[in-house]
């Protein structure tokens, strides 16, 4: 925000998250190599170094089906949204876990050659027509390389000088490193692993993901075409008062794609732009803390009735003007300036005419 303000920096809650989350990952690795160096029944010893860059695979792997999670979980249950919060933070932890793993089997496989390891990788398999012989290496390359350009502009100096719809855009690009992850795993380690456990963990990872983000769009789709326009007079019949939860919002959908986030607080009712300054996080997500919208992603606050930020900071956002007719929330789909004050409507109490 304004005045100076970063939003996403390491304050105490965030410093906690990172060690819970380093604490985790190295449970994790360590139980992986546990279990993985044990003696197999026919006398095989696992190799050390391969299952180190395996056991960082799995991890990665893991780390980033969870990022991929926080979101439609968030829009599911309300419970989930302070993940959200941390989800930066788990997704540049999730890249440097990558690198190692990327790291460590470059060198270990095409570091005692006369070419260049990085080179050796793309030209030491040529049957890019077999299927079982594919080079997966390349594909988990391409994925390190998205997620490397993710990590690399995280910081908000990125956000602030590319836009947040171009930046947004860009990290978007986080589900093509997914599916290129899962092609890597299945066209390398499960064409040679005889376990059924592997095959098994990254089907229930990639179709639980899929499943998901499928079943939130499907539901905000069938919320969207519930909605019904009021077409005599051009406003948009959101929903009753009450079907509102206090000091949160429902998100209506507005032409041209844009969505409302149409808050009840304090007996009273505010609409503003579902969009937040910072990510265009959805502000309709977020709830009414001290007075203000807080955004869920990294909690940049806004006044409900004008939009703009507590002093001293500075942004603002677009309000809406809103009416209740015949009992139901109505909101002009036009929106105002931003930081226009929008003259709350107050819900009438039990008996009283609106």
């Known amino acids: 925000m304004g005045h100076q303000y970063q939003a996403v920096q390491w304050n105490k809650n965030k410093i906690v998250y990172d060690l819970y989350m380093v604490a985790a990952v190295a449970v994790f690795f360590g139980v992986f190599m546990f279990i993985g160096l044990q003696t197999h029944p026919s006398g095989h010893t696992a190799d050390p170094v391969v299952l180190a860059i395996r056991a960082l695979g799995v991890t990665s792997f893991a780390m980033l089906t969870v990022v991929l999670a926080i979101g439609p ?3 599911l249950s309300p419970r989930f949204r302070p993940f959200l919060y941390n989800r930066r ?3 540049v932890m999730t890249f440097v876990v990558a690198a190692a793993h990327f790291g460590l089997a470059l060198l270990w496989y095409h570091g005692g050659g006369p070419l260049n390891p990085l080179v050796s990788m793309f030209v030491s398999n040529p049957l890019y027509d077999s299927i079982p012989g594919f080079p997966f290496e390349v594909l988990g390359f391409a994925a390190f390389l998205i997620l490397m350009l993710m990590a690399v502009t995280s910081h908000d100096f990125w956000l602030n000088n590319l836009s947040a719809p171009v930046w947004k855009a860009l990290h978007m690009l986080v589900y093509p490193a997914y599916a290129l992850l899962v092609m ?5 380690a499960l064409m040679t692993e005889k376990s ?3 095959p098994i963990v990254t089907a229930a990872a990639f179709i639980g993901v ?5 079943y939130t769009g499907m539901r905000e789709w069938s919320a969207d075409s519930g909605m019904k326009a009021l077409k005599a007079k051009g406003w948009i019949d959101v929903c009753a008062p009450d079907d509102i939860p206090d000091k949160r919002a429902v998100i209506a959908p507005l032409p041209k794609g844009d969505r409302v986030a149409v808050f009840r607080y304090d007996g009273k009712v505010s609409a503003v732009t579902n969009a937040c300054r910072h990510q265009n996080g959805p502000l309709g997500e977020g709830r009414v803390i001290d007075g203000c919208i807080t955004c869920p992603w990294h909690g940049w606050q806004y006044r409900p009735d004008d939009g703009v930020s507590p002093p001293p900071f500075t942004e603002k956002i677009s309000t809406y003007n809103v009416k209740i007719e015949s ?3 109505m909101v002009d789909p036009k929106p105002n300036p931003p930081g226009t004050r929008a003259e709350p409507v107050v819900i009438a109490s039990e008996g009283a005419p609106a």
């Open 73 to 75: 979980l968030a829009r």
């Open 89 to 91: 933070h788990l997704g």
């Open 184 to 188: 890597h795993i299945v066209l390398g």
């Open 196 to 198: 059924i456990v592997y």
């Open 210 to 214: 899929s499943a998901l983000h499928l």
């Open 327 to 329: 009992g139901r929330v």
